[in-house]
């Protein structure tokens, strides 16, 4: 072998050597590399498996249902108003009303002043104090019951708006509403909504059927949040929350409901309206959800918009009789004196009313309206209201242990009590027919047991009813539970002498009570009290 082969054979070799130590390097860079990574991911989640997202399964859908179903009726309302000047939050919706606890001491309640909570407006409320020509706003809810674009909401949702506009899910147009009519001591109104067409009206159900422990749906928009959907249970019935009221007999539910939720659908599990949301029962500042919220019975619902939609009001018969609340202890210990187990004492007549007309007195106990027992005040409120004004009604009473039968002409509710049950039109036709000023005030007349019901020991005068907000008597300090005795320096015996002195004022003209408060701490001592003021335009 030549040296040229030698040389040759040694470079092959030489080259060889290089590229196999180069290919164990990259070999060994290669495994060392993988092992690393391999440990840093081992570092991370050891033995770990990636998350698999399941094909879509139906579940259940009842709810989800309900909500398609009914949520082209739910609407949201949305008021404008122009403040009063002196405007401030109003626990009891947009007019707030001061209601005393009957012969009770109107001292500390334990801080439950704000319990009935309604659910009128937005947190701006009525406006600033400081700014009283800025436009106020608030929301509210609606549920359309008439393709006619009629629509059920609540009273105080819609009550003295300069303009009403409504919008309904997936539609961003607002339509222009009117108000049909309203309901005061339901706390109802029916609404119609102009320019809109295909509307599609809820299934109305039957609230009678509604049974403690049911499914209940709520539908509205809380905090304007449009086209909320809660869900709970019917909790109670015929929960009565305030005592003043006797047509507020609702349907108690735990689904959440807040401010602005008011005159939105309650539903039950086949997706039918059984009541249309009205109050909240709530201590806290919010006046937020707490589980317990309540609801017009449908059924009652219907009878007061099948009276708007006919007549534009709402007429109810009535005897013309006050009395004492069944569930009450006073109640008991008087049908207990006059030997009855059940039945309603008779605590006043109305003079010249029905009852009075037909010989029913003070301190008759109703037994029975035309054969029918009537066990409590909820019976006798119940068939006198719905019996049309003009009917007869054959009325047994106990007195002095002997049952004597009376009949009696229905006559019509607001006329026989005008303070209380007259309409918010008629009230306001009143007043401009009799006077140019509003004292903003609701009196009742006093007979003599009344008087000595409440301690009174002197003769004459008016029981203030409630005070409005932001009125002329909440001005010049007058409160729920005063009994007035002179106005203006002339006695008063009625609340016909009050409407007549009234009558005669004019803005700007001086005004002077005399009146009995009771005081606190003073085992219900009345003591004389006197409030004064000046009649401001505009009121």
């Known amino acids: 072998m030549s040296i040229f082969d030698r040389l040759r054979t040694q470079k092959f070799l030489s080259f060889t050597l290089v590229l196999f130590t180069l290919s164990i390097g990259i070999v060994i860079g290669t495994l060392i590399n993988s092992g690393v990574k391999a440990a840093k991911d081992s570092q991370v989640a050891p033995g770990a498996t990636p998350l698999v997202i399941p094909n879509p399964v139906e579940l259940s859908n009842t709810f989800s249902q309900i909500a398609k179903q009914v949520e082209p009726s739910v609407v949201n309302i949305s008021t404008t108003y122009l403040p009063k000047a002196t405007a401030r939050p109003t626990p009891r919706g947009g007019k707030r009303q001061v209601m005393p606890p009957d012969d009770q001491d109107q001292g500390d309640n334990g801080g439950m002043d704000d319990f009935f909570q309604r659910f009128f407006g937005s947190p701006f409320g009525n406006g600033a104090p400081d700014m ?99 869900a709970g249970i019917i909790s109670a019935k015929e929960r009565d929350v305030d005592p003043e009221s006797q047509f507020q007999h609702f349907l108690q539910t735990d689904a959440a409901i807040n401010p602005g939720n008011s005159g939105g659908p309650l539903l039950n599990i086949r997706g039918e309206v059984i009541g249309i949301n009205t109050a909240i029962a709530t201590t806290s500042a919010s006046r937020g959800y707490q589980g317990v919220g309540f609801a017009m019975p449908m059924n009652m619902a219907a009878q007061v918009y099948n009276q708007i939609i006919k007549n534009g009001k709402v007429t109810r018969g009535g005897i013309g009789v006050s009395f004492v609340p069944s569930d009450t202890d006073k109640a008991r210990a008087l049908l207990k004196e006059a030997g009855a187990t059940e039945g309603v004492f008779v605590e006043a007549v109305t003079s010249g009313g029905a009852s009075d007309k037909a010989g029913i007195k003070d301190g008759d106990i109703i037994v029975a309206l035309n054969g029918k027992p009537v066990r409590n005040g909820s019976d006798l409120v119940d068939t006198v209201t719905t019996t049309p004004v003009g009917t007869s009604l054959d009325i047994a009473v ?125 085992n219900g001592e009345w003591t004389p009290a006197f409030a004064a003021g000046t009649l401001p335009n505009g009121r």
Not at 140 to 164: E, F, M, P
Not at 167 to 185: S, W
């Open 398 to 522: 106990l007195r002095d242990h002997k049952r004597q039968n009376f009949r009696v002409v229905v006559g019509d509710l607001a006329q026989l009590f005008p303070e209380r049950f007259g309409s918010g039109n008629e009230q306001e036709s009143n007043k401009a027919e009799g006077s140019a000023v509003s004292l903003g005030m609701r009196l009742e007349n006093l007979t003599d047991q009344r008087r000595e019901g409440l301690g009174l020991k002197e003769k004459g005068g008016v029981r203030v009813y409630s005070v409005e907000t932001d009125s002329f008597a909440e001005d010049i300090g007058l409160q729920a539970g005063d009994v007035l005795t002179s106005f203006n320096h002339q006695a008063i015996n009625s609340v016909d002498d009050v409407t007549r002195v009234r009558d005669t004022l004019k803005p700007g003209d001086p005004v002077t009570f005399r009146m009995l408060r009771k005081a606190r701490g003073t």
């Open 132 to 230: 009283p020509q800025r436009r106020g706003y608030a929301l509210g809810s609606g549920v359309v019951v008439d393709q006619a674009g009629y629509i059920l909401t609540n009273n105080h949702v819609v009550d003295k708006a300069d303009r009403i506009q409504v919008k309904f899910t997936g539609d961003p147009t607002e339509y222009d509403a009117k108000v049909v009519g309203v309901d005061a001591p339901t706390d109802l109104a029916v609404i119609r909504v102009e320019g809109k067409k295909n509307l599609v009206a809820a299934k109305i159900g039957n609230s009678d059927a509604v049974q403690v422990g049911d499914w209940a749906i709520a539908i509205g928009s809380p905090f304007g949040l449009q086209a909320t959907v809660t």
